[in-house]
């Protein structure tokens, strides 16, 4: 497994005291014409890679493809390789812990041409998420305007996921 990144909050002014440990697996999703998947949150007005926490006992390809599933609606979904991962120490919001380091594992894979129906949760419902095929320069560059505007709304992963959006546009599409 490779280190892609390790991301420090600008707000967090130490990696010590209760930390709230949380694994990710997030899907990579391309084809042809520069067209990657990703979630569409209107809540923070930004562009993220499809997946999420891994359960504690659950093996991280299975969780990719459940996440890909409800997020989606991919079938067919075969993991191809383990990208890499990025270790980020975040703020956490909830009072039994101080900060957050969430280790997200990112995978390259293959899904059916056509998505299903999505199962998303309740409170993804709630943010407006949505399954988009989208170019990824249009994503990256609309990250990167919603970074640059310092928006309100603006959420915490937006840093994480435009700096892997930037990574697959220069690795692997060329």
């Known amino acids: 497994m490779k280190l892609l990144k390790e991301m ?3 707000e967090l002014a130490t990696r010590t005291g209760r930390i709230l440990r949380r694994h990710a697996a997030r899907g990579i999703v391309l084809r042809e014409q ?3 998947l990703l979630l569409f949150t209107e809540r923070y007005n930004d562009f993220s890679l ?3 926490g ?6 991280m390809e299975l969780a ?3 996440e890909l599933e409800e997020e989606t609606g991919a079938r067919d979904i075969q993991v191809k390789a383990h990208w ?8 956490y919001w ?5 900060l957050m380091h969430m280790t997200s594992h990112f995978f390259v894979c293959d899904i059916a041409p056509e998505l299903a129906e999505v199962r998303m949760e309740s409170y993804e419902v709630a943010n407006g998420m949505r399954p988009v095929w989208v170019s990824i320069k249009a994503a990256l560059d609309h990250n990167l305007q919603v970074m640059s505007r ?10 994480r996921e435009t700096f892997i959006l930037e990574k697959i546009s220069r690795e692997i599409i060329f």
Request: aromatic share 8%.
């Open 8 to 10: 420090i909050h600008p």
């Open 34 to 36: 520069d067209q990657i």
């Open 50 to 52: 499809p997946g999420g």
């Open 54 to 59: 891994i359960g504690e006992d659950e093996d």
């Open 64 to 66: 990719l493809v459940r």
């Open 84 to 91: 890499g991962y990025i270790e980020e120490y975040r703020p």
């Open 94 to 98: 909830k009072p039994d812990y101080d």
């Open 150 to 159: 310092q928006e309100e709304t603006m959420g915490l992963s937006i840093q």
